[in-house]
Each structure stands twice: as C-alpha cells, then as structure tokens.
C-alpha cells in the first residue's frame, strides 16, 4: 500500500524559514517523480514544484511564486521528499501536500498525503 | 502559463441527477489532464487521468472526456458520496496549472 506521510509544519514568523518532509513506503521511491502542492486556507490547489528521479538527475521544476525561495529535495535511501521553505511569506500559509507522480498512467498525481499546515504569521 | 478555466464554479444538485463539469485549457494539451475529488480536510483523490481514463477503483458513474482545449467530467448519477469540490490539472507543461475548483452541493 502506498503511503506518503508529510510532517515539520508549523507555526512560523514572515522571512523565517521551515523544512518539511514527506516518508513514502509502498512504492519504488527513486523511480519516481515527486511534487509538492500546497493549498490556502479555503482556496484551490496550487503546484508547488517537483523532483525527477535519478534517471532525470534528480533535477527539479518550480512554480514561479516560489522560485528562488524554496528548494526541493530528495534521499532515495530514506524514501524521502523535502522542502525547504525560506523566506517566506504569509501567502505562503497553505497545507502542503507531497504527491506522488504516475509514471504508467500520465505524468499526474496518483497519491498524495495527508498534508501538513504551514502558518506564517507574526 | 496555460491557464485552466473549470466552470461552473459551484452547483447544486439532488441525488441522481447527471452532472457535468467542464475544464478548458489556454492552449492545447493534448490529453495531458486528470480530474480529483477532494472531501473537506482531505487529500485530493485521482478520478481520472489521461483525460478519459478511469481511475482503479472509481466508480463507473464517472466519466472523462475531451482533448486539446476542453475536457469534461461527468457523474452520471450523483450519490451522497460525490458531494465533494473538484479539480482538474494539466500536466503538458509547467507549471504544471489547476482549475479552479467545481464545489458539488446537495440542492
């Protein structure tokens, strides 16, 4: 069964910075992209960005509001998945999903977690 | 940025009515599409992907369609279990974009 579980959400002020991480089980994890998509308070879902597999370099795409400020990342030995957030914002309070990406049935997302909030706030 | 504009935005329905949502895409993308269900406090779930394809182990009352510009997702018979908001990603290209969101009420 495929899991993905999200945790280091959090309360944090605006310019701070925070990582999350997402353990995945239940799938070869380094044969597979990996996203991150976040959603606001009440608001649709917003693509974060994501983290080919090492075939692909294990190179990295981002969404233009994040670009510059948050990092994603990957240790294929722990089946794991991070972010790094810096400097960030209040609109950048959101729940933040990780995903993982279908390879057999479209490049979209067949998993996800259950997310983890982040709250950026003075 | 392909932008995707899902309408209605929200609907009312009753139980066994057919519904149908309709996502349509800034520039062409193929049938690089999938449709998700999300519940209050919970994860998206996959309903379709590759436009038309139906997820494993979603019911057949759903249906996908389309390609290019336009795509729609269709209930055929609304259970108490659909009343839920729903998405629609492309994933031709990045950013990788998502509609709106179509939130299903009980009329």
């Known amino acids: 069964e495929v899991q993905l579980v999200e945790s280091g959400g959090g309360l944090v002020q605006p310019g701070g910075s925070l990582r999350l991480s997402c353990a995945a089980s239940?799938?070869?994890?380094?044969?597979?992209?990996m996203d991150w998509v976040r959603q606001a308070p009440g608001k649709g879902l917003e693509w974060v960005g994501r983290?080919?597999?090492?075939?692909?370099?294990?190179?990295?795409e981002y969404a233009a509001s994040v670009k510059g400020r948050f990092t994603i990342s990957r240790d294929d030995s722990e089946n794991s998945l991070y972010l790094q957030m810096n400097s960030l914002r209040t609109e950048d309070t959101a729940v933040y999903y990780c995903?993982?990406?279908?390879?057999?049935?479209?490049?979209?997302?067949?998993?996800w977690g259950q997310g983890t909030l982040v709250t950026v706030s003075s | 940025d392909i932008q995707m504009t899902q309408s209605p935005s929200s609907l009312s329905a009753s139980v066994g009515d057919r519904v149908t949502i309709t996502c349509r895409a800034s520039q062409g993308i193929t049938n690089d599409l999938a449709w998700y269900q999300q519940r209050p406090g919970k994860a998206p779930t996959r309903l379709i992907y590759r436009a038309s394809s139906l997820q494993s182990g979603v019911p057949s009352r759903f249906s996908g369609g389309g390609s290019g510009t336009e795509f729609t997702l269709t209930i055929s018979s609304l259970q108490p279990e659909d009343f839920a908001t729903y998405y629609c990603l492309q994933h031709n290209s990045y950013p990788l974009t998502v509609g709106g969101g179509t939130k299903v009420e009980i009329k």
């Open positions: 995903a993982k990406v279908s390879s057999v049935t479209g490049y979209s997302f067949d998993y």
């Open positions: 239940g799938f070869t994890f380094s044969d597979h992209y």
């Open positions: 983290s080919r597999n090492k075939a692909m370099s294990y190179t990295t």
